[in-house]
């Protein structure tokens, strides 16, 4: 079944970027600032505000424009639309970017825009008073997640592996698929037995009380990006004045948020919701601390890519080498890159 599964997702992203393919245009034509696109089409989330969302607040990203088509749960779906052209671009958690890039998708990471610190991460949290203290302990306990095949999934299978459960052990861990907006009522209402909460979403349950952390991906990994920005290689290669200036836009736009005064920052996405106007709550932004982002202006590291495809290959989910790491991602338009390579 899980083969089938699998064949059935390749076959279904094959035939999309076949069609993807099949629709595009003429010769790209640069307009009078030299940008071969001035609109990029994305997807967002209820009650946050994206570094892209941000950069073009902040007229970082000049003539560009962002199109807003909708919100995504998850980042796996997020960058498959974006490796279809549903969308221009998408963003997601580097383990999910191997995945799809090893079904054939053509897709490269040109950023990274989230990740975990000391202030940011992914908390894994049951309520007070549980007998779950451990890893061994969620053996038949199910877990509730934002996606499967993402961050929260990967990072639970790495602790439940590093605390010594077998592998038939490890599937004796339920996985729940839980709306974002829904997950801290989900836990609180005992329909799972404990949760993956980060960001805003997290310090406000934790302000709530009533909580206790198992474990979060900091304690495992310190800090480290997370998740990276990606657009197709052919759109890359069409657009590259437009790639570079959101590239370097978003970058900047990190950077103002981490040397920024906090209540600088929150006071900028309180502005930003409001002027979109998606009826969507903003009281979350108010628990915003940090970027995550561990390299400055987003700069990949290869060891950010490099420790999901050892997990992936090791877990048996793509074989060892199948994606080249020189495949998956590129700094070259990241304005920061030269303080990296020049050290």
């Not at 997370?226 to 790639?243: Q, R, Y």
């Amino acid at each position: 079944m899980k083969m089938t599964r699998q064949a059935l997702f390749l076959a279904w992203i094959g035939a999309l970027l076949v069609l993807a393919g099949c629709s595009a245009g003429q010769a790209v034509e640069k307009n009078k600032d030299g940008y071969e696109k001035v609109e990029l089409k994305y997807q967002g989330y209820a009650g946050v505000v994206t570094y892209p969302e941000l950069a073009e607040d902040l007229g970082y990203l000049g003539p560009i424009k962002l199109n807003w088509v909708g919100n995504v749960n998850g980042g796996p779906q997020d960058i498959q639309t974006a490796a279809t052209g549903q969308t221009d671009f998408g963003g997601a958690f580097n383990g999910a970017i191997i995945k799809l890039k090893s079904s054939g998708a053509p897709i490269k990471a040109v950023l990274g825009y989230y990740g975990s610190d000391e202030e940011t991460f992914v908390g894994y949290y049951t309520l007070e008073g549980s007998s779950i203290k451990d890893a061994r302990d969620l053996i038949g306990k199910k877990i509730g997640v934002n996606t499967l095949g993402a961050h929260f999934e990967l990072v639970l299978k790495e602790y439940l592996k590093q605390n010594g459960l077998t592998d038939d052990e490890i599937k004796q861990v339920t996985l729940v698929v839980v709306p974002p907006g829904n997950a801290e009522q989900t836990l609180r209402q005992k329909q799972i037995d404990v949760v993956a909460l980060n960001g805003a979403a997290r310090d406000r349950a934790l302000d709530n009380g009533g909580l206790s952390k198992v474990f979060s991906d900091y304690d495992l990994f310190g800090t480290f990006t997370a998740g990276s920005i990606v657009f197709t290689e052919k759109f890359i290669k069409e657009n590259p004045n437009t790639v570079k200036k959101f590239v370097e836009g978003t970058a900047k736009a990190i950077e103002w948020s981490r040397i920024t005064p906090r209540e600088e920052v929150i006071a900028r996405f309180e502005s930003i919701i409001e002027k979109r106007d998606r009826k969507e709550d903003s009281e979350t932004v108010q628990y915003w601390k940090s970027p995550g982002v561990a390299a400055k202006g987003g700069y990949i590291k290869e060891s950010e890519f490099q420790v999901w495809a050892d997990w992936l290959a090791e877990n048996g989910e793509i074989k060892k080498d199948q994606v080249k790491l020189d495949d998956l991602y590129t700094n070259e338009f990241n304005p920061f890159t030269k303080e990296f390579e020049t050290k």
